[in-house]
């Protein structure tokens, strides 16, 4: 058999550039699925570090804290992260690029580390704090109640010593007389009474105050009229229209009293019937009696 060595070349030509186009295309198909797999991973790392970043930011938002140092350190980490996040997201993901950053990332969660520490830290002593505050506060309202405990006994003590102090008076009598002879005798008809005399007793205290006190008498006749009315005297929003003002030096003893109340002129002779008497000490009522004339 007659083989053409031309025809032959050209086959074996055609045949190895067969055999090369495979291979080439096994190579390319090889390395472009080799490639796609090393975007998809550069890809994934970049959301990786892209997300890790973003928690970081969500972290610093949350953190509040009262500290003007740490929220200084706070604010320069978040803007250094935001910084990071921003320049990945704009740059080709390429492995130095994301190496790059990766090792940035590593650099900040150290930081964070020592940062969130020191939080951590003084969330703790705020905590302590915040008790001590709430114990205080605690025993300061309980002080308070205490006090007002203490100032309402302490009124009321002051109101029964007050009380305790008041000048105290009994034995309450009233006579009438006339005068005869220029001496005077009791009498009990309203046609010779001139005088009505008032005697009562102070009783001892030794709370009250000693000295000047004054006393007051009123006497009111049958037809509801003061006798002897010396005008009216003010003690704040009250008035007492008085028969007769007497000054007692009180000295804390039992002291006897008598006033005589001289009726007017215009007066007598003086109306039958019952005469009521009232004796003040200022505005404050000692006691009463009354007498009857004929």
Partial sequence: MIVNPQSFNYRLIIGSLIVAVAVLTVYSFTSYQSIVAHQEFIEQEKKLVESELSQMITRYDDVSISNNLITSQLEDARKNTQLALDSLKLLRSDLSVLSKFKQQLYQIKLKNKTLFKTIDSLD???????????????????????????????????????????????????????????????????????????????A???????????????????????????????????????????????????????????????????????????????????????????
């Fill in 124 to 202: 703790e002593v705020n905590e302590g704090l915040e008790e001590e505050k709430l114990l205080a506060y605690n025993e300061l309202k309980k002080q308070k109640l205490a006090n007002s405990s203490l100032q309402r006994a302490n009124k009321n003590l002051e109101k029964s010593i007050e009380k305790g102090a008041q000048l105290t008076a009994n034995s309450f009598k009233a006579k009438g007389y006339e005068k005869f002879f220029g001496a005077k005798r009791s009498s009990n008809k309203a046609k010779h009474v001139e005088s009505i005399e008032v005697c009562f007793t102070l």
């Fill in 204 to 294: 001892e205290n030794s709370l009250t105050k000693a000295g000047e006190k004054e006393i007051y008498v009123q006497v009111v006749n049958p037809k509801n009229n003061v006798v002897a009315d010396k005008g009216a005297i003010n003690f704040g929003n009250t008035s007492l229209i008085y028969s007769e003002r007497q000054i007692i030096n009180y000295n804390n003893q039992v002291s006897e009293v008598c006033i005589d109340i001289d009726a007017d002129i215009d007066e007598q002779p003086l109306v039958s019937g019952t005469y009521y008497i009232s004796i003040f000490h200022k505005n404050r009522k000692l006691g009463s009696t009354q007498v009857q004339l004929k």
